[in-house]
């Protein structure tokens, strides 16, 4: 039973991390149209990795895929805030290369796992 809840939640994690990983039409594609696509995109990413970090049937991680997820959350964290409202919207994610930083962070994560962008 644990393995199956620990399997199911990995796949979660890497939906989210996969999303973070497309280009940013796709990004917006991959949300309804009533929603912020990059809050829902940090949200959820911050959801399954502090799921993977800290939760009830956390997966067993190497040293890489930990630090990989914690500098990968770390870069939300440093675009959060009031002062970086301007970060949360479709045209930031088009055209602000801070979300081309997220995006090489969740193809790194993706290796660090052996996931794959394209499935």
């Known amino acids: 039973m644990k ?3 620990t399997g ?3 796949i979660q994690l890497e939906l ?7 280009p940013a039409e796709e990004q917006i594609k991959s949300f309804p149209k ?3 696509v990059a809050d829902e995109i940090a949200l959820d990413y911050d959801h399954w990795c502090r799921w993977a970090l800290e939760g009830q049937n ?3 991680l190497t040293d890489e895929q930990r630090s990989g997820l914690i500098a990968f959350d770390s870069r939300f964290e440093r675009m959060s805030g009031e002062r970086n409202a301007h970060l949360w919207t479709e045209d ?3 055209y602000r290369h ?5 995006r090489q962070d969740a193809q790194t994560i993706l290796n660090l796992f052996g996931w794959s962008v394209d499935e």
């Open 16 to 22: 989210v991390v996969r999303v973070a990983a497309l």
């Open 34 to 36: 009533s929603v912020v």
């Open 58 to 60: 956390a997966p067993q």
């Open 98 to 102: 801070e979300w081309n930083e997220v």
């Open 8 to 10: 199911l939640c990995m």
């Open 3 to 5: 393995e199956d809840i």
């Open 92 to 94: 930031a994610l088009r």
